[in-house]
């Protein structure tokens, strides 16, 4: 279900990206150290698939291995809150084999198209 595409990130997923590995990993329990070392890695992402649903679900690839944080498979941040059309949303920011992978945001009550929420949006539903 995944169309490829391969561009930069925009601004908005650029900012969703900071957020969630710095303040959604610390909401998530997630270690912050281990979280905030992801971080040079938003240097060097490209998206490199869109969800055909029409969700802003990306598929992330690092062009900078060396980069990679360890052998890390997990999920580093899972967040609830808003989309700017007013849909519930959840979103995860996943990480495989230490490099960040696939930005998901899913919509809990179905609507569907949706946009990026800001961090504010998400915050409000902690």
């Given at each position: 279900m995944f169309v490829p595409e391969r561009r930069q990130l925009t601004e908005a997923e650029l900012a969703l990206l900071r957020w969630l590995?710095?303040?959604?990993?610390?909401?998530?329990?997630?270690?912050?150290?281990?979280?905030?070392s992801f971080?040079?890695?938003?240097?060097?992402?490209l998206v490199?698939?869109?969800?055909?649903?029409?969700?802003?679900?990306?598929?992330?690839?690092?062009?900078?291995?060396?980069?990679?944080?360890?052998?890390?498979?997990?999920?580093?941040?899972?967040?609830?809150?808003r989309s700017p059309e007013g849909s519930e949303i959840g979103v995860i920011l996943r990480v495989a084999e230490g490099k960040l992978r696939e930005l998901e945001l899913y919509?809990?009550?179905?609507?569907?198209?949706?946009?990026?929420?800001?961090?504010?949006?998400l915050q409000l539903f902690w």
């Open positions: 590995l710095t303040r959604g990993a610390e909401i998530t329990g997630t270690d912050a150290n281990l979280a905030t971080l040079p890695q938003l240097d060097a992402l490199v698939g869109q969800c055909g649903c029409g969700c802003p679900t990306v598929d992330l690839a690092l062009i900078a291995p060396e980069l990679a944080v360890s052998d890390i498979s997990t999920a580093l941040a899972d967040v609830e809150g919509a809990r009550d179905c609507r569907v198209p949706f946009s990026i929420p800001r961090a504010e949006e």
